[in-house]
């Protein structure tokens, strides 16, 4: 979704997924909001920009839509009271199964102890350093060793970053189990 968000120029971080596609394509500033919407395929790699659709500037442009062509991605870029509020991504019902995030079923109740941390506290505060680690011991009992191989792991599952913060896919590893 990252490549596909870069042909628009968008470097935010907020993406949803749907199989429900809007049944109108307007594109116009209208109260301080709008929706920008693209069409990208995926076979081609070539991403079509939707025209406005203003009912006055543009009333012969096509704007509804029945139903997603399966070969097709519709992007959707909100804009709400002037603030950005992401992409949206609709794909059809078929192809939803390769968008999703893969499966974290294969995480440990230690490793989902230190992404419930590193999701939820501090690492130093007041004085006080090594927070999480301390936090996850008195559940674990663990040295110090075993939870920074544990944090490697959760490094090459990409659930944790290089600096050990949390991913997306981290929260959404632990997103059902907190």
Avoid at 59 to 64: A, E, I, V
Avoid at 94 to 117: F, G, Q, R
Avoid at 152 to 176: Q, V
């Amino acid at each position: 979704m990252q490549k596909i968000a870069g042909l628009i120029g968008y470097n935010g971080k907020t993406f949803k997924l749907s199989s429900n596609p809007p049944s109108r394509l307007d594109s116009y500033w209208d109260g301080g909001s709008r929706d920008y919407f693209y069409f990208y395929s995926p076979a081609e790699d070539k991403m079509l920009t939707v025209h406005s659709n203003h009912p006055a500037f543009e009333p012969d442009q096509p704007s509804t839509l029945k139903e997603l062509p399966p070969d097709l991605i519709l992007i959707e870029h909100s804009y709400f009271c002037g603030k950005d509020h992401g992409l949206t991504f609709y794909v059809h019902p078929d192809n939803l199964a390769k968008y999703l995030p893969k499966s974290t079923a294969e995480i440990t109740e230690l490793e989902i102890a230190i992404l419930k941390v590193t999701r939820s506290l501090k690492n130093t505060y007041a004085g006080q350093s090594e927070i999480r680690y301390n936090h996850v011991r008195e559940e674990f009992s663990i040295t110090f060793q075993q939870y920074r191989e544990v944090q490697n792991r959760l490094y090459s599952k990409g659930l944790l970053r290089k600096n050990f913060s949390i991913t997306p896919d981290g929260r959404n590893a632990i997103a059902d189990r907190y």
